[in-house]
């Protein structure tokens, strides 16, 4: 959606023209929130975040401009300024670095450099393979293992039933294994 | 070959790839749609009222739900059961013993004679014994199964009030190892959280000592030397060797030149020969390349060069930068690990005079390698444009 569509959308109707946001935008900005907040907030925590995103753009966006571009940039940049602001809020200072800075100093690093690039390596085949599972199985295997969320849940996402959610998850984690084993990647 | 859990590798993935395979998808429950949109609206009017969108930590708005915990309701039952057979069993011991008592009934003696009555209706807990005639032998086996019973229910009192006990106890010891479990689940969820931040999210904290704001300092003339050399080494690889040039040839007094471009015997492209004295193998050129950069963040920088018959040959490749780029700020002490220093790096850029794009910060880690001789190279750096 570009800015003056909103904007032109807004003019018509308020409610219509926010409607029409979230209903564009919204998993957009929850993905961006959830990677920023799973790991220190709860699934409350990721709401009212992204509640906060819109709510700014919302009361912050200047519908008297026209502007042709997509709008996507701008939302994204706020929703990621808002995610890192609340990601401050839920983990406190103390629990993201030690006090101890003599301490620290002595110790040597844990950082394994072979080992991390290994595993950017094997997370870009990860996501290729995912990707290649195609529809709907790579979109079940991202809710079940990366947004944590139980077969009922993916299965109102994508109208199917809970079994059959589950079926094709076993399925695609087994072809996703044998695809990766394959290249000497193994789950 | 290596074992992954997916779930770990999923969750250490950069933003970017989950959002790339999130695309045109939804990610959301209708029933959390709904929620969050109804919250945004409902944020909105308070933003709009003077109220803050995120309204900070000492507000509270909603309802929370309390649940009662399950387990006190199976604590209770032995409890509850422990006062109904109670009830019961006293009730029969008091009926026993005024019958016992009673003047106008027959008066159970243990004794041998021969006593007769009649009329006897005797109730326990466990049934009611009625005989016409009751003679002392009857009378002392009355009495014997009186006692029987009594003992029977003191029994069940006692083997409920154990039970109970014994519940309560199990309870007690479960609650205690499942508070445990949490403990030692939250200090792991720290620790994880505490190294994460450093690859995920910038740390700014509002208290910066003095010695972390002098690195800070530091730490920013230093990434602008690293934007610098960076792109030059990577991408302008001749302002800091000689390679070989040749003239553009347009005209006679054409200042111009070319890169020559070299290649194997059988027309593969080599690159652009190094022509500089100081270089002999690739390996001058990586201590060129790491008099600045630390060796453990070289990330392929030797797979530039090619060496070919004894002469070293640049792998030329030159790109533009991001017009989109405004500048750097270094914000943060991350963390201090070993000889390495990691801050976080605020990139800053803005389209709005090239394209409209809205202004966006990007956030990267850098990092610098401490020497025994107290000087910085470079180590974990990303260029920004």
């Known amino acids: 959606m570009t800015g003056s569509e909103y904007s032109e959308l807004f003019r018509r109707s308020e409610d219509e023209a926010y409607r029409a946001l979230f209903d564009e935008y919204g998993d957009y ?33 200047d519908t008297s401009a026209e502007y042709s571009g997509d709008m996507k940039g701008y939302i994204g940049t706020i929703a990621k300024r808002t995610a890192v602001d609340a990601f401050r809020r839920t983990s406190t200072y103390q629990n993201r670095i030690s006090g101890d800075e003599d301490a620290m100093l002595g110790i040597s690093s844990d950082n394994d450099i072979e080992k991390d690039s290994d595993a950017a390596e094997v997370q870009t085949i990860l996501m290729r393979e995912i ?55 193994t789950l | 070959m290596k074992n992954y859990n997916l779930k770990d590798l999923l969750n250490k993935s950069e933003d970017v790839n989950i959002e790339r395979l999130t695309e045109g998808k939804r990610v959301m429950t209708d029933a959390e749609r709904e929620r969050i949109f109804a919250m945004s609206k ?44 109670g009830g019961i069993g006293g009730g029969a011991y008091v009926a026993h013993n005024m019958k016992r008592t009673s003047p106008d009934d027959a008066v159970v003696q243990p004794a041998t004679g021969v006593v007769t009555t009649s009329g006897v ?14 003679t002392t032998a009857n009378a002392a086996e009355m009495q014997s199964k009186l ?3 009594e003992e029977k229910i003191r029994q069940q009192i006692e083997t409920v009030a154990a039970e109970a006990q014994k519940a309560y106890e199990e309870e007690q010891k479960r609650k205690e190892a499942e508070e445990a479990a949490k403990a030692a689940s ?12 450093a690859e995920a999210e910038p740390t700014t904290k509002n208290n910066v000592s003095a010695e ?20 030059g080494y990577r991408y302008n690889f001749s302002d800091y060797v000689e390679v070989s040039k040749l003239p553009l040839g347009f005209s006679e007094d054409d200042t111009g030149f070319r890169y020559e471009m070299a290649y194997d015997d059988n027309g593969n492209f080599l690159g652009v020969p190094v022509t500089d004295p100081r270089i002999k193998s690739i390996d001058d050129i990586m201590k060129l390349y790491e008099s600045t950069f630390d060796s453990r963040y070289n990330d392929g920088y030797r797979d530039y060069f090619v060496e070919y018959k004894g002469n070293i040959y640049w792998k030329y490749g030159q790109r ?3 017009i989109f780029y405004v500048d750097s700020v270094v914000t943060d002490v991350v963390k201090k690990e070993g000889d390495e220093i990691t801050f976080t790096v605020a990139n800053n850029y803005d389209g709005t005079g090239l394209d409209g794009t809205a202004p966006w910060t990007e956030y990267n880690e850098f990092s610098v390698i401490v020497g025994s001789d107290g000087e910085w190279k470079i180590g974990k750096f990303k260029l920004p444009y």
């Open chain 1, 131 to 185: 990707e290649a599972l195609g529809e709907p199985d790579s979109t079940i295997i991202i809710q079940k293992f990366y947004f944590d969320r139980n077969s009922n849940e993916i299965a109102e996402m994508l109208s199917m039933k809970a079994p059959a959610v589950r079926m094709r998850c076993k399925r695609a984690m087994s072809r996703l294994g044998e695809k990766l084993t394959q290249v000497g990647i």
């Open chain 1, 29 to 61: 900005v929850y993905t961006i929130v959830y990677s920023k907040l799973h790991n220190s907030g709860s699934r409350e925590d990721i709401e009212e975040c992204v509640s906060d995103v819109f709510a700014k753009i919302y009361f912050s966006y």
């Open chain 2, 186 to 197: 939250e200090a792991a969820e720290a620790d994880e959280a505490a190294a994460s931040t």
């Open chain 2, 212 to 231: 972390d704001a002098a690195l800070i300092e530091k730490a920013q003339s230093y990434y602008g030397k690293a934007c610098e050399l960076y792109w």
């Open chain 2, 42 to 85: 409902k944020k909105l009017e308070n933003m709009k009222n003077g109220v803050s969108a995120d309204m900070g930590e000492d507000n509270v708005n909603g309802v929370e739900t309390y649940r009662r915990p399950v387990l006190t309701r199976f604590a209770g039952m032995p409890a509850a059961a422990l006062l109904v057979v």
């Open chain 2, 121 to 134: 209706t005797v109730t326990t807990g466990t049934g009611t014994y009625t005989a016409d005639t009751v």
């Open chain 2, 147 to 149: 006692d029987s019973d």
């Open chain 2, 320 to 322: 533009g930068g991001n």
